[in-house]
């Protein structure tokens, strides 16, 4: 590392320490020739992934939009934001590790359902809802029926009741989109 005033090429560490919430590592330098002191941050390298969407369309893996997703179906439910995050830390970590750079939007969508089942099932059932575009209550039921046959579902004794997520990306047919319940007998 260059001293960004003379150049020099040796400097010593005076100080190193945890940046941006733990994802960088701050080092205060100083230059073992003119003495100036400069700051360098060591980050880990982050592969673009590109998202394929339904339409085909291609864009850069963006975390917020997945939060997003996530932090609508959680509503009013017992998950907590760290909870909400920790999804997209894992599902981002998961696709730095893969070989290809690319991913379908409902492979996204498949693995936050994952996440989401063993967490709280009315935030289940709402992100799959707007991820499968659910077409009417049949696809319900079937969602419905794939939770119970999962594992064990943790008991949140949040809200079992609400609105399917009040979204701006279509969630299926609810009579008149309010869903008044999530009992449905399969
Ligand atoms: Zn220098």
């Not at 673009?48 to 369309?57: E, F, G, Q, Y």
């Not at 794939?146 to 943790?154: K, M, N, S, T, V």
């Amino acid at each position: 590392m260059h001293c960004p005033f003379c150049q020099h090429l040796n400097n010593r560490v005076l100080e190193s320490r945890s940046a941006e919430a733990g994802r960088s590592i701050r080092r205060r330098r100083e230059c073992l020739r003119c003495e100036r002191r400069f700051t360098t941050y060591e980050r880990i390298e982050y592969v673009p992934v590109t998202v394929i969407k339904r339409s085909d369309d291609r864009e850069l893996f963006e975390r917020s939009k997945i939060l997003r997703g996530i932090v609508r179906a959680c509503e009013k439910t017992p998950v907590s934001s760290l909870a909400m995050e920790s999804i997209v830390d894992d599902i981002e970590a998961e696709l730095q590790q893969r070989a290809t750079r690319e991913v379908t939007s409902a492979e996204i969508g498949e693995m936050v359902l994952t996440k989401l089942q063993a967490m709280n099932e009315v935030a289940f059932v709402r992100f799959a809802s707007v991820y499968r575009q659910f077409q009417g209550i049949r696809d319900f039921a079937e969602t419905l029926s794939q939770l119970q046959h999962g594992e064990e579902i943790a008991q949140g004794d949040g809200p079992g009741l609400g609105s399917p997520g009040a979204g701006s990306s279509e969630p299926g047919h609810f009579e008149n989109g309010q869903s008044s319940s999530y009992i449905v007998s399969a």
